[in-house]
């Protein structure tokens, strides 16, 4: 008796308006909106740390923007009608609506094993890494023995490639000796390379291929973040072999699920297919709850993407297309290798933004036998889509089936300290985790005051890769 009074007490709330009803327990110390990888993160590292959290998306699926989909929802989300069965059975499929690899020793996999959800998931390597260049594709050399064999450089500049890249593996910030008389932190880019005389066609290929940068703008500042970038891709490289990148097996969906499941263990509670209708807010303008329906919870903040936030919250940075296309081979030029990333640097096709090219296949058990996925994308620079993606496209061969997306891209118009709203920015257009992981950093810092403990060795993972 004394427990169902005890019940009905949390039931009751003062701060609940008249006519509504508490959603799920009523109060938290977070709500979180959106079950995309930034949110689920979020979500996770926060339950760990003792906050009552509750998860909402309006979607019957975890991972928002960046699901991975079978067959069905795939043709479902574009209007597509039925999937042929020639394709294979729909549960073979896992589509990733965004595609992006993992660096193998980059930030992403040093969260995966500071919260533990490597133990959720299963990784495998990728089979390569290619640059496009002159109207050819290139392997990106995976060891010294390549490099010096790779057609991608004369004789003379292949040593100087070296010298460079022996440069970059010695420096330490925090080591004066390593840094050779050159201050990396007002050195530009383009000075650096030409203290090692390699000429620009280097500079494009070691920039947008290895360092990832999307466009030139870098190259006239300081060159310590491009560098890092290369210690990290070169690290990844030498612990992996074929390529620095990783990708979980059954596609990046499993990425948010996996930081669900922790947030669940502590006692996280989650709400699929529930839309937010209304964020509540107190006299100081400061985020307080949501209502979803006749429902509503309160907290002390609110996290969530863009797409849960009215417009004067937040502001559009660009657009991005995706074209997910479906091909009876690998794309040729690749070695037949099952999974390759291919970077075409913007100025190779007369764009300033880059294209990435990425393929996987059922190795990585994305989809049937037989069936390649390969996704091109790119920042949109004009109004026409299919335009944008046309040097992408020309390398794939065949294509049996495509489908295409635009999405615009948003970032916070605030920290998100003054309203108690923090927001994350959209996925870019990358191939890769590296840059979403500075605004996960980011956003971690923003709700908690502290930056996330990233110094654990990104070597331990303990799988065979």
């Not at 920015?425 to 840059?435: I, K, P, V, Y």
């Amino acid at each position: 008796m004394a427990e169902e009074q005890e019940q009905e007490q949390k039931k009751t709330f003062d701060w609940l308006p008249e006519g509504m009803e508490p959603l799920a327990d009523g109060e938290y110390d977070a709500i979180i909106m959106g079950t995309g990888l930034k949110e689920c993160v979020i979500s996770g590292l926060l339950s760990v740390q003792g906050m009552r959290v509750l998860q909402m998306d309006r979607n019957d699926y975890y991972g928002a923007d960046g699901a991975s989909l079978n067959l069905t929802n795939l043709y479902k989300k574009f209007n597509a009608g039925s999937p042929p069965e020639t394709l294979g059975a729909n549960r073979d499929f896992n589509v990733d609506l965004i595609p992006k690899f993992i660096m193998a020793c980059g930030n992403l996999t040093k969260m995966l094993l500071h919260t533990k959800v490597t133990r959720y998931l299963e990784f495998k390597s990728i089979d390569g890494s290619y640059v496009y260049k002159g109207g050819k594709m290139f392997k990106v050399p995976a060891t010294p023995e390549e490099a010096l064999r790779s057609p991608l450089m004369g004789l003379f500049e292949k040593r100087r490639f070296r010298s460079f890249l022996l440069y970059v593996d010695q420096y330490d910030e925090t080591k004066p000796e390593t840094h050779k008389g050159r201050d990396l932190t007002v050195m530009t880019m383009k000075q650096l390379y030409e203290e090692f005389g390699l000429q620009p066609d280097t500079h494009q290929f070691i920039s947008h291929a290895m360092c990832l940068e999307l466009d030139e703008a870098h190259m006239n500042q300081p060159a310590l973040p491009t560098v890092k970038g290369l210690q990290t891709y070169c690290y990844s490289l030498s612990r992996y072999g074929t390529s620095p990148y990783i990708y979980p097996v059954y596609g990046l969906g499993g990425l948010p699920e996996g930081f669900s499941r922790l947030c669940a263990i502590h006692g996280g509670t989650f709400m699929l297919n529930r839309d937010v209708d209304e964020i509540v807010y107190n006299d100081k303008g400061e985020a307080c709850g949501v209502k979803s329906g006749n429902e509503m919870a309160k907290a002390k903040f609110v996290v969530g993407d863009p797409s849960y936030f009215p417009k004067e919250k937040v502001r559009a940075t660009g657009q991005i297309v995706r074209c997910i296309c479906f091909l009876n081979h690998p794309i040729p030029n690749c070695g037949d290798l099952e999974s390759v990333q291919i970077v075409i640097p913007g100025p190779q096709v007369n764009r300033v933004n880059d294209i990435f090219v990425c393929s996987i296949a059922s190795s990585h058990a994305v989809s049937a036998q037989g069936v390649y996925i390969a996704i091109v994308s790119t920042k949109m620079e004009g109004n026409n889509a299919d335009k944008e993606v046309i040097p992408g496209l020309a390398l794939l061969g065949h294509i049996m089936q495509r489908f295409t997306m635009v999405a615009t891209t948003y970032e916070p118009v605030s920290d998100g300290n003054g309203d108690k709203c923090f927001i994350s920015s959209s996925f870019d257009a990358s191939s890769h985790f590296e840059g979403d992981v500075d605004d996960l950093l980011s956003l971690y810092k923003r709700v908690t005051g502290k930056d996330l403990d990233m110094t654990i060795n990104a070597d331990s993972v303990e799988a065979d890769y």
